[in-house]
């Protein structure tokens, strides 16, 4: 299976924005005015200590110069894996618009007056979800599942706001390279990328598709 890629678009570097944050910005107003269904989606990448690989699909939930913010629990299978081995990698799978944004860095957890103020942010359910899932454990079936999120609505039914669990929190990855690829017609795809030298300077790159 293989689509042509369009022949009228393209990224040059004399539209490339002086830093990633301000690119990324761009892309990411594009994508949600595209509109794709959940421009915020993006697929992480994390490794054990032993550097055996893993991915899944999260949210981003904010974005700076300093890097990019999601939250799960600490003691999932990708939050195990970022106390041990803390780099990453994001993909930003725009198909649609046929783009993609890459990045790859450091990662460090996020302060807690930050997590408490997302978490106070999310509807109740969530913050009900986020007590009775034991993420990446596993369960012997939907029942239980069901039932621990009972308890949960139980326990926090006179309290207002629900806490953050002390096992959930944010996680930042600190760029170190940001990608931003571009479709092109015959596979000759436009990849334009920024990266932090060892001395902190960031610069510019064109890579071949």
Known sequence: MRNEYAADQGLSESEFAPD???QFARWFADAVAYPLPEPNAMVVGTADAEGRPSGRTVLLKGYDPEGFVFYTNHDSRKGTELTA??????????????????ITGRVAQVGRAETEAYFASRPRGSQLGAWASTQSRVVPDRAALDAAYRAAAERFATVEPIPAPPHWGGFRVLPET???????????????RFRRTD??????ERLAP
């Open 20 to 22: 990633w944050h301000t």
């Open 85 to 102: 081995n803390p780099w990453a990698s994001l993909v930003f799978p725009w198909f649609p618009m046929q783009r993609q944004v890459v």
């Open 178 to 192: 940001v990608e931003f690829w571009q479709g092109r017609a015959s596979r000759l795809h436009d990849r334009l």
């Open 199 to 204: 001395g902190g300077v960031w610069v510019t």
